[in-house]
């Protein structure tokens, strides 16, 4: 019933975790597709360790998660892709709910669910106050409602039917935004389960934004990447496009500001930046981390 797609890329000390949190799943119909994306350290010995009929192991040369994903779904045999990174964990009963909830709304197109997210030690539970069939995911993804990855479970024939769906390959950050916005446009009939079901890790070592070297603003394309998606009026009318637009500008201004306060701003992501932004920031530049964390509350709403 279910292909389980995981991009594996340098996480030795993760991917056993998260592999047994999956083959611990109560409902035990599932392929696990594990695309290594060219790791450098032992993370395909501590697959080939787990011996497991269910798990399918994929090599490629390194070239992104965005790629490997895409590998993954292509090689998927089950009807839904349930998506998994090599450091998420899945709580025991989580496909069991996602089994229920298909089978209980044949009008659902893809289904998402709640998460917890720990980084550093602070633990936040991110879980959206409106549950079941969602009319228009549009207005929730406005009204709070966050998807993370390792929560998405959808069809794998929607990508067949539309190769646009695929992950963006190249871009290494915003690429799964991009996928659920495109899926909202094209299926918007999402089931939401309001549960805590995966769990999402963060630390210093993999947290992006604290790479500097690394970091490129895709999330700043965003807009012009959907260009033809916001244009046809057949599968998004003007007042949803309009909506979906000043979505994504405020998502921008808000992380452009968490750029700034982590320091890492560059010079050419100011100018997505009204001048007044702009201005601000550079009044308020010499000062330290912790007071610019107070400016930005009092600035970003």
């Not at 994929?58 to 839904?80: F, H, L, M, T």
């Not at 890492?264 to 007044?276: G, H």
Request: proline residues 2%; aromatic residues 12%; without cysteine.
């Amino acid at each position: 019933m279910f292909s389980v797609v995981i991009p594996l890329y340098n996480k030795e000390a993760n991917i056993r975790q998260t592999l047994e949190s999956v083959l611990n799943q109560t409902f035990t119909d599932f392929e696990i597709v594990i695309v290594n994306d060219g790791s450098k350290d032992n993370s395909r010995d501590v697959v080939l360790s787990m011996d497991d009929a269910r798990i399918r192991l994929i090599d490629q040369e390194n070239a992104g998660v965005s790629a490997a994903r895409n590998r993954g779904i292509k090689e998927a045999r089950g009807e839904w892709i349930a998506f998994l990174d090599a450091d998420d964990l899945w709580r025991e009963d989580k496909l069991e709910k996602y089994v229920d909830a298909i089978l209980r709304n044949d009008g659902s197109q893809w289904f998402v669910s709640g998460y917890q997210s720990t980084k550093n030690g602070k633990v936040v539970n991110f879980l959206y106050g409106n549950s079941g069939p969602l009319e228009d995911p549009l207005d929730d993804l406005i009204n709070g409602m966050s998807i993370h990855t390792s929560t998405v479970v959808v069809k794998k024939s929607y990508f067949e039917k539309d190769s646009r769906i695929f992950f963006k390959e190249g871009v290494n950050n915003s690429e799964d935004r991009e996928v659920w916005y495109r899926l909202m446009f094209k299926y918007p009939r999402l089931y939401y389960i309001n549960q805590v079901l995966s769990y999402y890790i963060l630390d210093a070592d993999t947290d992006s934004l604290t790479k500097r070297s690394d970091r490129k603003s895709h999330f700043l394309s965003l807009k012009n990447r959907l260009a033809n998606d916001l244009e046809d009026q057949t599968i998004l009318p003007a007042d949803r496009r309009d909506k979906i637009e000043q979505f994504i500008d405020s998502f921008n201004r808000k992380a452009l500001w968490y750029q700034w306060k982590n320091e890492i701003l560059r010079k050419e992501d100011k100018s997505y930046l009204t001048k007044r932004d702009q201005r601000l920031m550079d009044f308020f530049d010499f000062l330290p981390k912790k007071l610019k964390l107070v400016i930005l509350k009092l600035i970003v709403k």
